[in-house]
């Protein structure tokens, strides 16, 4: 039954991908919002869905090691498995938007996390200031894109409006339809997952940091290929920065701000440097070029799988 989980929830995965970038780029056109932004927002938001319902189940049941090993774990999935993968198959370009605001947001986000687990703890007022971030964040940015959008070129204006006219109720239904078919396909996938590894026997914070932050990075790895794969790379990228972001000003937010979530010491020691490592690390990438190149991706894929290894041994 759990191999039957498994090869559905990769199927409803990669089905829920398509419709999630599909509604996305229609909300763009249709309210003047740049690609970038909706990848950093809506398209993030949706693929982080499995990972906040995860966290939050698991803190309440009494599980801190996956709900805190689900989201470094997912952090780190992203930028070096599914970014790996991605540039790998494809170019993935880079807005200078991507390098000035989101990856800076990212990298701030990040060394917060790192502070605040550092007592081994992140309690309630610490998730209220990431929840107040990430609200924050997300409307200053559709705000600025917004006036910018609205600011273009004459020409460009008129190419935004013949192409905006989708029903904003057929729009909604797309982005709805896309992340619950995340959220649930996601859930399959983790479920059978996890009754795999309890099987052969492995900690949960093993299963938290791989297994099930693999699980809850699938969206991520299939938004990101759909996006790239439609010429729509800035959605990409900002799917995966942004996702980044919100698993840790959003769902540690809200997590906290539920319950207190007891940190391992191994996770301070070990998982939370190969996190800011790697997320360091993909800054110069997007430098150059102001693209992620085929051999930039298959560093990253090496350094995801250096990290398995170490892991696991």
């Not at 309630?124 to 990430?134: D, N, P, S, Y």
């Not at 959003?250 to 191994?266: E, F, R, S, Y």
């Not at 430098?287 to 990253?300: A, D, F, M, N, P």
Request: with cysteine.
């Amino acid at each position: 039954m759990e191999y039957l989980l498994l090869i559905g929830g990769f199927v409803v995965l990669l089905i829920s991908g398509e419709i999630l970038v599909r509604g996305a780029t229609s909300l763009a056109l249709r309210f003047n919002i740049s690609t970038l932004v909706v990848g950093v927002t809506v398209v993030s938001f949706g693929t982080s869905a499995p990972e906040l319902v995860i966290s939050l189940q698991a803190a309440l049941n009494g599980h801190p090691d996956i709900s805190i090993g689900n989201i470094v774990g997912s952090n780190i999935a992203n930028l070096a498995l599914v970014l790996g993968i991605t540039a790998t198959i494809f170019h993935v370009n880079v807005s200078k938007n991507s390098i000035r605001i989101d990856w800076p947001v990212m990298m701030i986000a990040s060394l917060a996390f790192w502070y605040f687990m550092s007592d081994l703890v992140i309690v309630q007022w610490e998730g209220l200031v990431f929840t107040i971030a990430i609200i924050a964040f997300v409307t200053w940015l559709i705000r600025k894109s917004r006036k910018e959008e609205i600011e273009r070129a004459s020409d460009q204006k008129v190419f935004i409006e013949q192409q905006s006219h989708s029903p904003v109720l057929k729009i909604a239904a797309f982005i709805i339809l896309g992340c619950a078919g995340l959220a649930v396909g996601a859930k399959w996938l983790v479920d059978g997952a996890i009754v795999i590894a309890e099987n052969i026997g492995i900690s949960e914070r093993i299963i938290g940091l791989t297994i099930i932050a693999f699980g809850t990075s699938v969206p991520e790895l299939t938004t990101s290929l759909v996006a790239t794969f439609k010429k729509q790379s800035d959605i990409s990228i900002g799917n995966l920065v942004g996702s980044n972001i919100f698993n840790i000003l959003g769902i540690i937010g809200i997590t906290a701000l539920v319950t207190d979530i007891p940190v391992l010491q191994a996770t301070l020691d070990f998982d939370i440097f190969w996190m800011l490592g790697i997320s360091l690390l993909v800054l110069p990438f997007m430098i150059s070029r102001y693209k992620v190149q085929r051999i930039e991706g298959i560093i990253l894929l090496a350094l995801y799988f250096a990290y398995i290894a170490f892991l696991t041994m």
